[in-house]
C-alpha cells in the first residue's frame, strides 16, 4: 500500500556530490512533511533535512550549506542534493514521511546507502 523508495545512493570520493531520490505512493503527498534521516554503524539514527508541505525547510548544522532539500509534489517525490562530501556523511540515508494532524503517521523508506571514501 505505502511505499517510500530511495534511489542514488553509493560510493564517492570526499568533495563529490550525489543527489538522492525518494518516490512516494499510497499516500497522498502534499499533506505530508517529508525529511531524510541517516544512520551510521554504532550512531544514533538523526534527522538530516525536513521540508513542510508549504516548503520550509530545516537542515542539521553539520549539513548546513552542503545539503539541499527539494519536493516534486507533481511527482510524490522528494530529493537531497549531497555537495562537499566527506566520511562523516557515511551512512544508510533513509525517506520519512510524516502527518501530525488529526491521527500521527509516520511512514519511513528501506534506506540507501552511502558511503563516501577515497
Known amino acids: 500500500q505505502v511505499q517510500l523508495v530511495e534511489s542514488g545512493g553509493g560510493l564517492v570520493q570526499p568533495g563529490g556530490s550525489l543527489r538522492l531520490s525518494c518516490a512516494a505512493s499510497g499516500i497522498i503527498f502534499t499533506f505530508f512533511t517529508m525529511g531524510w534521516y541517516r544512520q551510521a554503524p554504532g550512531k544514533q539514527r538523526e534527522l538530516v533535512a525536513s521540508?513542510?508541505?508549504?516548503?520550509?525547510?530545516q537542515y542539521v548544522n553539520s549539513v548546513k550549506g552542503r545539503f539541499t532539500i527539494s519536493r516534486d509534489n507533481a511527482k510524490n517525490t522528494v530529493y537531497l542534493l549531497m555537495d562537499s562530501l566527506t566520511p562523516e556523511d557515511t551512512a544508510v540515508y533513509y525517506c520519512n514521511a510524516e502527518r501530525r494532524v488529526q491521527a500521527s503517521v509516520d511512514y519511513w523508506g528501506q534506506g540507501t546507502q552511502v558511503t563516501v571514501s577515497s
Open positions: 521540508i513542510t508541505t508549504v516548503g520550509r525547510t
